[in-house]
């Protein structure tokens, strides 16, 4: 048997209130970069089915950034080390590897020529550092900042310049090479959350948590004025420039972005983006034709000048560990349920996806099943609940158990669940009947045929059928059989997926790093030739396996 990965849908980013992401943008305006857990994930900006992820690093992921001749990613994670690897090679061969500072790193940004990078964040000894991208050699310092420095920017154009933007409500400038401390700015009141250079380098923008974005000149930093008064009700937390220097975008906290004039500092457009928490906006980006935007929610915005009150797309999915997975019975759309207890749907062919809406679990999702029109899940919150998938809403049924459930299954009118106390049966809306068990059981499957139920546990790492198959290295998570029931796929923590032959037992193929540096939690057919596959790194793959 052989195998290929066929699609990536990828995570959103990983996102915290109070917290501003960082965007990368391709030089050749091609990709987009964001980052989630120990992932760098690369997605095309105008198709994002098309994505890759880089898993190389030991600890979470924190900002990349595009070198601007396109060949390198540097990549920065919260233990302070930057990551710098090729754009060119598939396997993204890593070209070096440095420490900086000694705590997470917060922005990235590489001089015009590719050859130098500042690196900004939460250092113990110092805040920042300048060095060579080819050698690490320093070529600066940055100093003259009290507290983390949350944002950094190299000019792009001579002569060099440094700014940067600090949790001491300053922002930072430097001359070089080789850099040294210029000045400070003082005219935010409170945290500057992003400092960006236009395009070419005449002006750069500074943004904070008081509401105000400035604008000032880009080789003597002298203030030229506010945008706006302020330019927001809440925090900023990114600005963006139009390629040509003329505009720029920003994102808020008050759940808005603007798009403004940067000769008469006024704006032009303002996108209201929603009335929830998870509307706040704490990234954006402008590549090429596109304006994005980050919401809190993690979704992705495509915003639309000529109509903001409609974005051209919005890229959903998940952002926290994907719990479960089951299929339509056409098994032409996946459905996916997430640790947060969101639940996702997506075209099996083109990625295209959406959220169910309505009042769901609002914690993990233990177990989903499709029956008809109906889309049941139980959660941790210790009830089941119903989709209507015609709908793609949450109806109001709402069945309280007695403990947390771990496992469902469902057949015509009748829910199975196993709980960590009991196994329950649910008809009509309602618990008729539960038996007490002394283990703590994982999973439940009803046989379709005969009115027998089967309840499972731990199994130390072996998939047993009537022979035991135990080539994993950790806990087996999920099974799941071939629709002409000759193969199985077994999914594990030690990271790997096997799938086994029924008719050759003594054949399996290992699918090692399946979900690189995540355990698999759920897997499912969608034809005799087609896997899927999700993990805790959030993301949801689609394999080829050929039976040979």
């Not at 009991?422 to 009947?433: A, D, F, N, Y």
């Not at 923590?493 to 054949?507: A, G, H």
């Amino acid at each position: 048997m052989s195998y290929s990965n066929k699609y990536i849908f990828t995570a959103l980013p990983r996102t915290q209130r109070g917290q501003p992401i960082v965007l990368g943008g391709d030089p050749k305006g091609k990709n987009f970069l964001y980052t989630n857990g120990n992932s760098v994930i690369i997605r095309n900006i105008e198709n994002p089915a098309i994505s890759d992820v880089y898993t190389e690093h030991s600890c979470a992921a924190i900002v990349a950034k595009y070198s601007p001749s396109g060949f390198y990613i540097a990549s920065g994670d919260q233990a302070g080390k930057v990551r710098i690897w090729d754009t060119v090679n598939k396997e993204h061969l890593l070209k070096n590897e440095f420490q900086p500072i000694g705590g997470p790193v917060k922005d990235i940004s590489w001089s015009p020529d590719s050859q130098r990078m500042v690196v900004v964040g939460e250092g113990r000894e110092r805040f920042g550092h300048v060095f060579m991208a080819e050698t690490g050699t320093s070529v600066g310092e940055i100093s003259g900042q009290s507290k983390s420095i949350n944002s950094c920017d190299f000019r792009p154009a001579r002569p060099f310049r440094i700014v940067t933007g600090c949790e001491d409500n300053t922002i930072g400038v430097f001359e070089g090479p080789p850099f040294k401390f210029k000045m400070t700015k003082q005219d935010h009141t409170r945290f500057v959350q992003a400092v960006r250079y236009s395009p070419s380098g005449c002006h750069f923008a500074s943004a904070g948590f008081d509401g105000k974005v400035f604008i000032y000149d880009g080789s003597s930093a002298d203030l030229i004025g506010e945008i706006g008064s302020p330019a927001h009700k809440g925090g900023v937390y990114a600005v963006a420039w139009k390629p040509d220097g003329t505009q720029v975008l920003t994102a808020s906290g008050d759940k808005t972005c603007k798009l403004w004039d940067v000769e008469t500092r006024s704006v032009i457009t303002e996108f209201v983006m929603g009335s929830q928490v998870e509307d706040q906006q704490v990234s954006c980006l402008w590549q090429g034709q596109y304006l994005l935007s980050v919401s809190l929610s993690g979704f992705i915005n495509y915003l639309d000048v000529s109509n903001p009150n409609k974005h051209i797309r919005i890229l959903k999915g998940h952002n926290k560990p994907i719990t479960v997975l089951c299929l339509s019975p056409d098994r032409k759309k996946i459905y996916t349920g997430s640790h947060d207890g969101f639940i996702s749907h997506w075209d099996s062919e083109t990625g295209e996806n959406d959220r169910i809406q309505g009042v769901g679990h609002g914690n993990q999702i233990n177990g989903m099943k499709i029956i008809g029109n109906s889309l049941y899940t139980c959660g941790i919150d210790d009830s089941v609940k119903q989709v209507d998938i015609s709908s793609n809403n949450y109806t109001s049924a709402d069945i309280k158990l007695d403990s947390q459930p771990r496992g469902m299954d469902v057949k015509d009118d009748t829910i199975i669940t196993a709980s960590v106390k009991e196994i329950s049966v649910l008809q009509g809306g309602r618990k008729v009947t539960s038996l007490p068990v002394a283990y703590e059981p994982s999973c439940v499957s009803i046989n379709s045929t005969h009115p027998d139920v089967a309840v499972g546990g731990t199994l130390d790492n072996k998939l047993a059928h009537n022979k035991e198959w135990g080539f994993h290295n950790a806990r087996v998570n999920t099974v799941a059989w071939s629709p002409n029931s000759q193969l199985v796929a077994s999914g594990s923590l030690d990271t790997t997926i096997i799938i086994w032959s029924v008719l050759n037992p003594t054949k399996h193929t290992i699918i090692k790093n399946a979900h690189p540096q995540s355990q698999i939690t759920r897997l499912a057919w969608l034809d005799d030739g087609t896997l899927v596959s999700v993990g805790q790194d959030c993301n949801t793959k689609i394999w080829n396996i050929t039976a040979s």
